[in-house]
Structures are given as C-alpha cells and as structure tokens.
C-alpha cells in the first residue's frame, strides 16, 4: 500500500515569496497520477493540478506542479494573500489516497 | 454550472447506517465522468471512499469495501452512499464530487456535510 509524505508539515512565508511543498510516496505513483488541492478553512478542497503537472481548468500559472515516480512538488512562484491555505497532494491511481497536508501561513 | 449538493443527517447512532444522496445540476450523470464520495476527518485528514461510473461499475475503498455501497438515480440526477455500521470514527465531513477518475482529482465537490456518529 503506497504511502504519502508531505512536507513540511507548515510552511511559514510572506506574500510575494516562493513557496515549495513536497509530496513524496513509498511506492512508484503509475501513470503520474498525483493531484494536488488547496483547501481553506470551512470550504471543499479546490483541484490545482492533475497528472502532476498539469494546470486545472482557471488555476492561476503562479502555481505549477512537477515530478514523477515517488518524488512531486508544487511551487507557488509568488505567494498572493489568497493563497495561505492548506495544501493535500493525492494520488488518485490504484487504491487512492491523501496525503497529511501542508500549511502555508504567514 | 455543474453543482453537486449533499443532503442527509448530521447525527446517526452508532451501529447504524449512514446515508447521504448527492443531487447533482448543470451536468446529466449519465453523460460521463466519476462521480463519488470524499470525507474528511475532524483532524483534517482526507480518505477516498468510493465512485461509480455511468456504465454501472463501482470502486470502492477496501478498507471500507464491506461497509459501503453507492447508488444511483437517474431520473432525479443524483446518487447516494450507504455506510453501515457507524462507530464514531466514522465522523467526518462527507463531500460528493466529480472526477476524471475513478479516484477523482475533479474541479467539482459539493460544499461537505458534517455527519456526526454518537448515541
């Protein structure tokens, strides 16, 4: 059974900085299958990126994700007061699953 | 726009069933797509339950297989899970969405209901 791994665990940064999260798996992700959300507090988790890298329909391009295998990343280029949220990567293949998340605050 | 809803009650006994129906507008069931169920823990972690596609085929998490069923209504475009008996670790936030897989990863969720396992 994969595993995730995400850290940190927070993430404490200011507006207009970079922001970088790592997803990592104990287990090869197939075909690229690995999602990452953001969440804020009272509402649904909101779909960033798919297929690893791949932009959501009106994502902003500030976010980007990359990786393959067992190791992912989501940048945030520029931190916007918007974003200081929580973050879940997913891989959503066989058996799927979340991982613990990471908050990015101020 | 494609909406989905979650409707059902907030509190179940345990050792009972719990059942949610998601009503789904702006998009037919039957066109395409996964749809399923998605909750989240008071902790804030986050567990697939299980999908279905139009075709009729079902996936379900096994470490809840035994418990869970999700159905489906055509005529009225939503469909609904079934988890039998609750305990309270089953308390969490139920949401429905939409997904390009059987796993999900879609842009649509429901806004979440808090159902809640005591006695």
């Known amino acids: 059974e994969i595993v995730l791994t995400q850290s940190p665990g927070t993430l404490s940064l200011s507006p207009g900085e970079r922001a970088t999260l790592s997803c990592r798996a104990s287990q090869s992700v197939s075909n690229n299958y690995l999602a990452w959300y953001q969440q804020k507090p009272g509402q649904a988790p909101r779909l960033l990126i798919y297929?690893?890298?791949s932009r959501a329909t009106g994502i902003p391009d500030r976010f980007s994700g990359s990786g393959s295998g067992t190791d992912f990343t989501l940048t945030i280029s520029r931190l916007e007061p918007e974003d200081f949220a929580v973050y879940y990567c997913?891989?959503?293949?066989?058996?799927?699953?979340f991982g613990p998340g990471t908050k990015v605050d101020i | 726009q494609v909406q989905l809803q979650e409707s059902g009650p907030g509190l179940v006994k345990p050792s009972e069933t719990l059942s949610l129906t998601c009503a789904v507008s702006g998009y037919s069931i039957n066109s395409g797509f996964y749809w399923g169920w998605i909750r989240q823990f008071p902790g804030k972690g986050l567990e697939w339950i299980g999908s279905f596609y139009r075709s009729g085929d079902t996936y379900y998490n096994p470490s809840l297989k035994s418990r869970v069923t999700i159905s489906v209504d055509t005529s009225k475009n939503q469909f609904s899970l079934n988890l039998s008996s609750v305990t309270a670790a089953d308390t969490a936030v139920y949401y429905c969405?939409?997904?390009?897989?059987?796993?999900?990863?879609?842009?649509?969720w429901g806004q979440g209901t808090l159902v809640t396992v005591s006695s």
């Open positions: 969405a939409r997904g390009s897989t059987p796993g999900i990863a879609g842009s649509y």
């Open positions: 297929g690893a890298s």
């Open positions: 997913q891989q959503y293949g066989s058996s799927p699953l």
